[in-house]
């Protein structure tokens, strides 16, 4: 599908579905959002289509996952989308309005090697622990700065029980794009990141399938706050991100529909 087949698609489900619920209605509205980092090139890309539809204008900030969280405990914003468990912590808290999560996307874990070198299988949990230890040197977002992928990857090889053969190995780098960059420049030869920040990365290959391990994609969920002036708006928002108009550009940017997997 094409990007003006894509937008077409997008506008129609807007003109059928979003607007009858009543989003765009007179009196443009600001709609002010709070989103993990890792929606930015898929909200980027909806934004205008959304607006233009609408009336409405989107004001999305990002940040890492634990930020975004801290800021939606606390700011006057419309709507957020973070990881489900986040989403599950907030709508307990009360932060979020209840009924109103919506899931988005998944973000498949990713691991990568420099074009033309050798792929290993990673397509079991043996396999992958074979892998990992045969790696000379990987690299991996720092979970210190709150990267949700670093974290997952040395709870992971916790529970895979090669932690402490792993860990001399790894090589630190400021988020998934650095990780990614460190295989396609040798400095690294095997990166972890997100599958979407090796999308369209010349100089490395992606390793798959993913093997069958609990959490290894990250569901992105959005849900409304509490005490928003503009649920029915936002709402709306969440309702196209999660809509088949939005399917093409989430699989373009590196992302699964959420239908698509489990």
Do not use: C, W
Request: net charge neutral; aromatic share 4%.
């Amino acid at each position: 599908m094409n990007a003006f087949h894509t937008r077409a698609l997008a506008l129609v489900f807007l003109a059928l579905v979003v607007l009858p619920l009543g989003a765009g209605i007179a009196g443009a509205a600001d709609i002010k959002v709070l989103s993990t980092g890792n929606m930015q090139s898929i909200l980027g890309a909806l934004t205008a289509d959304f607006e233009e539809a609408t009336g409405n204008k989107l004001l999305i900030e990002y940040g890492s996952t634990p930020k975004i969280k801290a800021r939606a405990e606390q700011e006057a914003v419309d709507l957020t989308i973070n990881e489900r468990y986040v989403l599950d912590e907030l709508t307990k808290a009360g932060r979020v309005q209840a009924g109103t999560l919506i899931d988005i996307a998944r973000s498949p874990l990713g691991l990568g090697v420099r074009a033309g070198a050798a792929k290993p299988d990673i397509s079991t949990p043996d396999a992958l622990k074979e892998a990992l230890r045969k790696a000379e040197s990987i690299a991996v977002p720092d979970p210190s700065g709150g990267a949700q992928d670093g974290n997952y990857f040395f709870g992971l090889i916790a529970r895979l029980g090669i932690a402490d053969e792993i860990k001399p190995k790894i090589k630190l780098t400021q988020g998934g794009d650095a990780a990614a960059a460190a295989v396609a420049s040798g400095s690294a030869q095997l990166g972890v990141a997100q599958k979407r920040n090796f999308n369209k990365l010349a100089g490395v290959t992606l390793l798959e399938p993913l093997p069958d391990i609990a959490g290894i994609k990250f569901l992105m969920v959005a849900g409304v706050i509490s005490g928003s002036q503009q649920r029915d708006n936002a709402l709306a928002f969440a309702k196209f991100l999660a809509s088949p108009a939005a399917v093409p550009t989430i699989v373009d940017k590196g992302m699964e529909p959420y239908a698509a997997g489990k």
